[in-house]
Antibody, heavy 123, light 111 residues
Framework: EVQLVESGGGLVQPGGSLRLSCAASGFTFSSYWMTWVRQAPGKGLEWVANIKQDGSEKNYVDSVKGRFTISRDNAKNSLYLQMNSLRAEDTAVYYC????????????????WGQGTTVTVSS | QSVLTQPPSVSGAPGQRVTISCTGSSSNIGANYDVHWYQQLPGTAPKLLIYGNSNRPSGVPDRFSGSKSGTSASLAITGLQAEDEADYYCQSYDSSLSAVVFGGGTKLTVL
């Protein structure tokens, strides 16, 4: 079964750090772009970052550039999001998603999603 | 304010047809970037509903269809069912922002 399982969320103070993980199973992880998407409480979806199959290309939404770092370990079938200098507005459910085509066209969208992990930034 | 504009809500009775619009610009949908649609049932993760403007992943009923024209895209749902009540999001790529972008989402209510 194709599956993504996020972990690492929690309560953190403003200015603090957190590292999210996403464990992939049931597919060849190293063959896919991977993406982080977040959803603030009661709000819509926001793309956060994505990473190419070999980690050679990474893209970020402007609001997290310089604070968040996306990475992957293909040997461990895992995706990560290192979040530093956290702000209240980073409070959200963070989803990892499989992305067959990344930024290429034609594009196939994000076809597999995890259940999400909750990050709360508050003092 | 989302780069892609969707109506906040739509509604319809069981069996009816509804459409959800997604309006972009010349730097995203109008630049011929593909549009995808996601369904998010209450309390669950999003699910890919339509990819590449009009393609359905395996397992998605043919009651759901997508189209794209100019700087806009649309999701149509025919034969509305109670289980279709959910939030729907469009998604594309914006070349000016060099970023993946989502619409603000549309809440579908089945009356």
């Amino acid at each position: 079964e194709v599956q993504l399982v996020e972990s690492g969320g929690g309560l953190v103070q403003p200015g603090g750090s957190l590292r999210l993980s996403c464990a992939a199973s049931g597919f060849t992880f190293s063959s896919y772009w991977m993406t982080w998407v977040r959803q603030a409480p009661g709000k819509g979806l926001e793309w956060v970052a994505n990473i190419k199959q070999d980690g050679s290309e990474k893209n970020y939404v402007d609001s997290v550039k310089g604070r968040f770092t996306i990475s992957r370990d293909n040997a461990k079938n895992s995706l990560y999001l290192q979040m530093n200098s956290l702000r209240a507005e980073d409070t959200a459910v963070y989803y990892c998603a499989r992305d067959p085509t990344g930024v290429s066209q034609p594009n196939y969208g994000m076809d597999v999603w995890g259940q999400g992990t909750t990050v709360t930034v508050s003092s | 304010q989302s780069v892609l504009t969707q109506p906040p809500s739509v509604s319809g009775a069981p069996g009816q047809r509804v459409t959800i619009s997604c309006t972009g610009s010349s730097s995203n949908i109008g630049a011929n970037y593909d549009v995808h649609w996601y369904q998010q049932l209450p309390g669950t993760a999003p699910k890919l509903l339509i990819y590449g403007n009009s393609n359905r992943p395996s397992g998605v009923p043919d009651r759901f269809s997508g189209s794209k024209s100019g700087t806009s895209a649309s999701l149509a749902i025919t034969g509305l069912q109670a289980e279709d009540e959910a939030d729907y999001y469009c998604q594309s790529y914006d070349s000016s922002l060099s970023a993946v972008v989502f619409g603000g989402g549309t809440k579908l209510t089945v009356l």
